[in-house]
Each structure stands twice: as C-alpha cells, then as structure tokens.
C-alpha cells in the first residue's frame, strides 16, 4: 500500500566524488548543447565523441568549470515578495519597464517573487533559442521522421489532439500555439527534463513568450514579449517584472511514446520540422544528461540540493491546492497503478514501457526505457469511483471490467469511449520537483 514520506527533513547528502566529476563533465556536454541549441545555422553539432571528451575533462578537471561557483556574492535571499499580497496588484495596466533588459528592481514592479540575482545567464541572448511561434502540423498517418518509442509531449483541448515531438522541442523550448480560440504555450526544459503547457491568456492580454536565455534554479525561464516580464517555467509563474506574482493557468501535457499518441489519437496531429530554423532534429544535445548520479549544473542553481532522493531520480509530480506529492518512476516500474488518496485526492497515476529517454543517447531515440506516465481522476464520467489493476498492456477498473490505456481512454468494456478526467502532472527530475515544490509528500509503495 502507498504511504508518505516527507521530503522536509531528507537524510544526509551522499554524493560521491566521482558522481562530482561527473557532474563536472557533463556540465560542459550542457554548455556546449546550450550554445549549439542557439547556433541559428544548426551547422555546429555535439558528437557522442566529443560529448565523451568533455565528460572526460570535468573528471579531470578544467579552468572552464560550469560546476564552479557562478558569483563571490554573499547570500541573499530568494523569496523577497513572501509577505506581499499579489492578489492586490492590476496587472492590466501598462507597463513601466522591461524585467528583461531594463531595471529589474524598478520600485513600480510589484516585490519579485525570486532574487532577481539568483537569475542566471545560460548563455543564449533573449530567443537566441529560437521558440516556434508559427507551427506547422501534419495529420499522424503522415508522419515518418518520428521513431515509435520517441517522446512526444500530448496537448489535446476541446478533442484537438497535438503531438510536439521532444527531437523539436529540445532545441526551441517554447511553442506559442492555438486551439481555436484558446491561446496555448506548450514548454520543455531539457535540464530539468520538464514539459508543461498553459493557457496564454492573463487578464486583458494575450501573452506570447520567448526564451530569455536565463535559468532560475536550473529551469527555463520565460519572458512575455507584451511586457517583457520573467515567468519560471516550471511553475508557469511570473517571477520578476510588470507580472511577478501573476499565475498562469495550466493546460494537462502528457509525455508519451509517439506509437501510444498515434495509436489513442489517429486523427491527431504532430509538429513538424518545418520551425523557420535549421536544427538537427533527431539528434540530443545533451548526450547522458539524465545519468542518475550526477547533479544539476552547479553553475545554473544555487542552494542545498534535496537529497531525499538522487538528484535526478525520475518521478511524477503532482501540485494542487492540498499540497504536492511524488511518485518515483522506479516504483512504477514495479507497480504500474498507484492510487493517490492523500488530503483527500481521488486520483490514480498509470504506467506503461515503451518511451525512450531523449536525454540519455546522442540520439533521441536511443535511449533505455524510462516509461510513460498518466495522472487521472479516478471516477467515471458519471462521478462513480473507479480503481485499477493493471493487466496486459493496458489497465482494468475493478467496478465495470473496462479496460483503459496510459492516456485514460476507455478502450474495452461497459465504459468504452469514455475519457478519464486528465490531471496536470509533470514528469521530472526529482532535484527541480523539490527545489519549486519544497515539502513534496513523496508516496512510499511497499
């Protein structure tokens, strides 16, 4: 039976020293990645040969360390607006400066939500890494350039279901879409191995947003092009500027296998490479990136890292009004039906084999098998509550004998044709779900 256990008091860090140098050297495999995402020309590309000399270098250290200290700063603190009221701010006006290349401690922003110098550069200018704000789409049946157990981020709002390949996405992070009438922004942050759409809509506005080129905590940070404020990705949140405090509503994003999006989702679409820009689609930037034992890039996060779980244990994440919860990809292995029913929830977190890890091969088809999740309402359409077993490839609720797939489509049985309720959930890395989500209840499975 799952069971809690918090993340607020984590046993003592254990990091071994070669899991150090190999935190070093990969920290030079994520410079490099990141200055060739940015090379317009796509001509500058990161062997699997090269990536393993750099690796070799962090172990044998370098005058060019990413992992060094980033600033001689003295501490300061990272929750300035803590005790300020953002519900009280008219974030319709207009407004007084940009949060992107003007004065980020302008007295007229509201209080940031960070420290604006725990913001750091990751290299890039602002959409040096280019976000796609005109995509193309092909209908599934069409597509060839995608392999089966590749990556795919699912979107689907009002029955339009969109695949956006990660072999695309790892290279432009941000994708300003539409769904008939609701504006949509679907992200990725390779560092943090993190895929979250929201709706753009805030108030009187209609945000589009862009790469600043900058990380908060090892994360994407965002800017809106309408007032050049910061948003962190990871928590669709405006951080510093004319929107700090300002929340944007997110939109459920499920990453899949392509062969489980064609297959739940035969007239959907997917992505293209038709972007406006030359990459080398199909190939990963950031070869080894999601090696278990090495540590976030010490010179993109700043603080103690939660040492609950190894930094980059893969889990899913859930946030909601009750609080924040985990489950470690490593149990769903083990046990591909997890219940949820802390505070109150009614949900349940499916997994299946059969997604490739983009961050692992210098391709992005190549990786092992990391699986893939789905986090649901347990209950049918008629509010009847539902719980599962798993069976075969799919998952059998114990009410009906209906068989349901990862993505909650009832495929077999008395429900068939029915959709369970799609909760926004994030699969990720344990340090950046603990470090945006302080407190997280991790589920034990016993």
């Known amino acids: 039976m799952p069971s809690r256990r918090s993340s607020e008091t984590p046993p003592p860090a254990t990091p071994g020293g070669s899991a150090s140098r190999l935190s070093r050297g990969l920290g030079l495999v994520v410079a ?6 940015a090379c317009s020309d796509g001509a500058s590309e990161l062997s699997s040969d090269e990536a393993t000399e750099a690796v070799s270098a ?3 250290g370098t005058a060019e360390d990413p992992d060094a200290d980033s600033t001689d700063d003295e501490a300061v603190p990272d929750d300035p607006g803590a005790d300020f009221d953002y519900g009280t701010v008219d974030y319709d006006l207009e407004p007084v400066d940009s949060a992107l290349i003007g004065n980020r401690e302008n007295p007229q922003f509201p209080p940031p939500v960070v420290e604006p110098a725990l913001i750091r550069s990751g290299g890039p200018p602002p959409d040096g890494i280019p976000p796609i704000d005109d995509p193309q789409f092909v209908p599934v049946a069409e597509v060839d350039f995608v392999a089966d157990e590749e990556a795919v981020i699912l979107v689907e709002v009002d029955g339009d279901a969109r695949a956006y390949p990660i072999q695309i996405l790892i290279w432009h992070e941000i994708v300003n879409d539409q769904f008939g009438e609701v504006p949509v922004s679907v992200t990725y942050c390779p560092l943090c191995n993190s895929a979250l759409a929201y709706d753009r809509r805030f108030g009187d506005r209609v945000l589009d947003f862009g790469t600043s080129g900058e990380l908060y905590q090892s994360a994407l940070v965002m800017y809106d092009r309408q007032t050049e404020s910061l948003w962190a990705h990871f928590t669709g949140q405006g951080l510093v500027g004319h929107y700090a405090g300002a929340q944007l509503d997110f939109i459920p994003a499920q990453t899949v296998s392509f062969a489980q999006f064609r297959e739940a989702h035969p007239d959907g679409r997917v992505l293209t490479r038709d972007t406006g820009a030359s990459r080398p689609y199909g190939q990963n930037p950031y070869p080894g990136y999601d090696f278990e034992g090495s540590d976030p ?3 993109f996060f700043d603080g103690e890292i939660d040492r609950t779980l ?15 919860v985990a489950v470690r990809l490593e149990d769903l292995s083990v046990q591909p039906v997890i219940p949820i029913t802390e505070d109150g929830r009614n949900l349940v977190v499916f997994h299946r084999p059969g997604l490739a890890s983009a961050l692992e091969s210098a391709q992005i088809d190549g990786g092992r098998d990391v699986g893939q999740t789905g986090v649901f309402v347990a209950e049918s359409a008629d509010g009847t509550g539902l719980s599962f077993t798993a069976d075969g490839d799919g998952f059998v609720d114990d009410q009906t004998g209906s068989t349901w ?7 077999a049985g008395p429900l068939q044709g ?3 309720q799609a909760v926004s959930h994030l699969d990720t890395f344990w340090f950046a779900w603990a470090t945006y989500r302080p407190g997280t209840v991790i589920i034990e499975v016993s």
Do not use: F, M, T
Request: glycine share 14%.
């Open 297 to 299: 890039i010490g010179a």
């Open 418 to 420: 029915e959709q369970l």
């Open 405 to 411: 797939n990862v993505v909650g489509q009832a495929v």
């Open 310 to 324: 190894l930094a980059k244990a893969r889990i899913v994440g859930i946030s909601d009004a009750a609080g924040s």
């Open 58 to 60: 962090g172990e044998a």
């Open 32 to 37: 490099a990645a990141i200055a060739v995402a």
